[in-house]
């Protein structure tokens, strides 16, 4: 039976992961300080330390320093914060085997357990080398847009209307603003769907001349009009059992939402200059940027299409109703740069996540993966600094958009009263957004007479 050691002060969490654990048939102990833990890993071996990175007393690097002194093979994973991802990455540079961000599934730390537990250590340095490669490894076998799940309200709802409507046979309309990342949420649909080992056809509806766009969505035959020297399979064909994701819908013609219209009636389409119609199963996703309902008043898009195309609709928040997830996606965006330029960058200096915090980021998830991207290739170090940041980021304003960030400004009141509004009164998830831990909180809370 494996021995676990459990690090956390938050008595009520720690209870609950070792009651969970236990009924895995692991042997678990607990800790609630780093002070309380050092005698408990003297004394016994644990095959894994499962320990907050932040702890009353200490820190989990420090507490990671001792653990490999008493008993190298002991394989630490940090479970972190969305404040303290960095801290994290850190502790995974001294040796640590992998960290966990805060609310996790049961799944996701059983899973990281097992790992731990078939991972032999050398040492900490051979550790920080596989767990190098481990990285690089997974991220070249997965698609360099793969899906990342925030733990923010936002993000929440957001994956369980995915895994809701992905099963289903519904078509979905995708609704969010430029750089959301509306794509990977309808590949992500695909993927949980009964279609996922089927093909995944993208199309660009603004970026297909209105000449060519009945020939580009149904196909064509071999001399049906000049320039048509070959046979060309169209969008529909090419996704034939699995789905077809219309991106920025809005964007087509009026004639040619008629022939789509009827395509998707019918399930039949004809190649241009073909008198043979081929039938065709798809699921469409389509994705707009627009009011497609205003669209449909003014005349510019067909009601009837529309209805069609919104079985069930999904909107994608913007990155700044997403704050808590700031940091999970940057360090997505890191790990796929590092593995595109061949760098090894660990992570962001603390000035860095000051100034991503205030930025408002109107790109959005596309703005901040090509920030990320140029930041990676302009560094020298190991850390991203931020001198390698454009200046309207670098140099972001501390009141942009109402943002938050660690107290140092006059407004912390009202900062704290927002947060907590925002969270409904829950305190955890205030304490993430204002990038600060409970016990502070708590303080300020206590100095300010805010009672909930």
């Not at 040619?256 to 039949?268: I, S």
């Amino acid at each position: 039976m494996s021995k676990i050691l459990i690090v956390e002060d938050d008595v009520a969490f720690c209870t609950m992961l070792k009651t969970f654990l236990q009924k895995k048939e692991y042997e678990v102990t607990t800790a609630f300080s780093g002070n309380e833990a050092i005698p408990k890993i003297k004394e016994d071996v644990f095959d894994v330390v499962l320990t907050d990175v932040r702890l009353p007393d200490r820190d989990g690097i420090t507490l990671l320093e001792e653990i490999h002194k008493s008993n190298p093979k002991t394989q630490v994973i940090i479970m972190t914060g969305y404040a303290e991802i960095n801290m994290a990455v850190n502790a995974i540079k001294q040796g640590a085997f992998d960290y966990i961000s805060k609310p996790f599934n049961p799944d996701t730390i059983l899973q990281t357990i097992e790992k731990a537990l078939h991972t032999e250590v050398v040492s900490a340095n051979t550790t920080q080398k596989e767990n190098k490669k481990e990285t690089s490894a997974k991220t070249e076998k997965s698609p360099i847009h793969s899906f990342v799940r925030g733990v923010s309200d936002a993000s929440k709802k957001l994956n369980e209307y995915v895994a809701l409507v992905a099963p289903t046979r519904m078509s979905v309309l995708v609704v969010g603003d430029s750089g959301t990342g509306k794509e990977y949420v309808a590949s992500s649909i695909h993927k949980g769907s009964k279609r996922s080992e089927k093909p995944f056809v993208a199309v660009d509806c603004g970026a297909i001349p209105k000449e060519i766009a009945s020939s580009e969505f149904f196909g064509h035959i071999k001399g049906s009009f000049t320039g048509a020297v070959t046979d060309k399979v169209g969008h529909f064909e090419a996704a034939n059992g699995g789905t077809l994701f219309l991106d920025e819908i809005g964007n087509l013609s009026y004639e040619l939402q008629v022939q789509l219209l009827r395509a998707l009636q019918e399930r039949k389409i004809k190649p241009v200059g073909s008198n043979k119609e081929i039938e065709v199963d798809i699921r469409v996703i389509a994705a707009t940027n627009e009011d497609l309902s205003n669209a449909v008043k003014e005349g510019e898009f067909r009601e009837d299409l529309y209805h069609r195309l919104n079985e069930f609709t999904i909107k994608v928040p913007p990155l700044r109703d997403r704050i808590e997830d700031l940091m999970l996606f940057a360090n997505h965006f890191l790990e796929e740069s590092n593995v595109e330029l061949d760098k090894h960058v660990v992570g962001f200096g603390d000035e860095v996540l000051e100034a991503f915090k205030k930025y408002d980021w109107p790109g959005n998830l596309r703005e901040l993966k090509n920030i990320v991207k140029r930041s990676v290739l302009l560094s020298q170090g190991d850390m991203i600094t931020l001198d390698v940041l454009p200046n309207d980021i670098a140099y972001a304003s501390q009141n942009a958009n109402k943002t938050y960030g660690l107290f140092k400004n006059q407004n912390e009141q009202e900062l704290i009263l927002d947060a907590l509004e925002k969270a409904n009164g829950n305190k955890a998830k205030a304490a993430r957004m204002l990038s600060i831990d409970r016990k502070t909180l708590y303080n300020k809370l206590k100095q300010y007479d805010i009672s909930l």
